[in-house]
Nanobody, 117 residues
Framework: QVQLVESGGGLVQPGGSLRLSCTFS????????MGWYRQAPGKQRELVAT???????NYADSVKARFTISRDNAKNTVCLQMNSLKPEDTAVYYC???????????WGKGTLVTVSS
């Protein structure tokens, strides 16, 4: 069974930076497209960024040029570097692993990011 464990959330001031990490276990990491999603209070969960095993990335328009997703296929980890954070980035951030050809997806429990002065 795939398990995803996020870390790195916390409280940061506007304009600051945070780095989220997600550790993957229980399957073959390289067959999964990895992603970060977020859910703000009262809103639906939304895509933040995804990355394929080959390194192809996709970002939500709201985070382009501020966030960077990366993965280490040797360490089974995916990270999200978040810079120039804004109050509207406040949300619970979830790690996602998707095996598209098998139509399987898994979620971590989430880590809270709060951007506030």
């Amino acid at each position: 069974q795939v398990q995803l464990v996020e870390s790195g959330g916390g409280l940061v001031q506007p304009g600051g930076s945070l780095r989220l990490s997600c550790t993957f276990s229980g399957s073959i990491f390289s067959i999964y497209v990895m992603g970060w999603y977020r859910q703000a209070p009262g809103k639906q969960r939304e895509l933040v960024a995804t990355i394929t095993s080959g390194g192809t990335t996709n970002y939500a328009d709201s985070v382009k040029a501020r966030f960077t997703i990366s993965r280490d296929n040797a360490k089974n980890t995916v990270c999200l570097q978040m810079n120039s954070l804004k109050p509207e980035d406040t949300a619970v951030y979830y790690c996602n692993a998707e095996w598209r050809s098998a139509n399987r997806a898994y979620w971590g429990k989430g880590t809270l990011v709060t951007v506030s002065s």
